[in-house]
T-cell receptor, first 114, second 115 residues
């Protein structure tokens, strides 16, 4: 299994509070991604990073920010959590493998905003 | 823009029966295609991938998928279902070398295996 960990694994927070989720990899892969998973929507891209300090938005980036100060860590921040951000959040990493472009996923963080 | 359509949000088969999960895609670039499996309360695990080598791709746990360009399809099959195959399956297409290399996912198909 790819060395990807996410913390925390579960979190309950109140509306309006800031929340930071952490993704840590030991594979030294260049690309890192944050997705959210909601029933009926599959996984949707929030933000991604293509190198240290290099990040960009995905399709559902409103209300989220990210930071990547070193290769192994990619942080997702909800500045002011809302109930619509209740979801399961997955981090993924990608380095161009022999076939190319596949992504490996962390175990997920289940976030509940009350 | 890319998109993936998975026909059938729920599929139920009997143990030992053929499994067929459907995936159609659209892509403006030559696609890289993937199937992932997700067991309850776990992350996604790569089942198999198409990267323009062979059109019939074999993956883990006895699954395979065939890339059909004319039909823009990448259906997942397994000849004989096991109880342990019960999970949710996601088809995804990659943007490849175009910038983000992000994946676009279908909405998923939950496979139920009846004894």
């Amino acid at each position: 299994d790819a060395g990807i960990t996410q913390s925390p694994r579960h979190k309950v927070t109140e509306t309006g509070t800031p929340v930071t989720l952490r993704c840590h990899q030991t594979e030294n892969h260049r690309y890192m991604y944050w997705y959210r998973q909601d029933p009926g929507h599959g996984l949707r891209l929030i933000h991604y990073s293509y190198g240290v300090k290099d990040t960009d938005k995905g399709e559902v980036s409103d209300g989220y920010s990210v930071s990547r100060s070193k290769t192994e860590d990619f942080l997702l921040t909800l500045e002011s959590a809302t109930s619509s951000q209740t979801s399961v959040y997955f981090c993924a990493i990608s380095g161009r493998g022999a076939g190319g472009y596949e992504q490996y996923f962390g175990p997920g963080t289940r976030l509940t905003v009350t | 823009a890319q998109s993936v359509t998975q026909l059938g949000s729920h599929v139920s088969v009997s143990e030992g029966a053929l499994v067929l999960l459907r995936c159609n895609y659209s892509s403006s670039v030559p696609p890289y295609l993937f199937w992932y499996v997700q067991y309850p309360n776990q992350g996604l695990q790569l089942l198999l991938k198409y990267t323009s080598a062979a059109t019939l791709v074999k993956g883990i746990n006895g699954f395979e998928a065939e890339f059909k360009k004319s039909e823009t399809s990448f259906h997942l099959t397994k000849p004989s279902a096991h109880m342990s195959d019960a999970a949710e399956y996601f088809c995804a297409v990659s943007e490849g070398d175009t910038g983000r290399r992000a994946l676009t996912f279908g909405s998923g198909t939950r496979l139920q295996v009846q004894p």
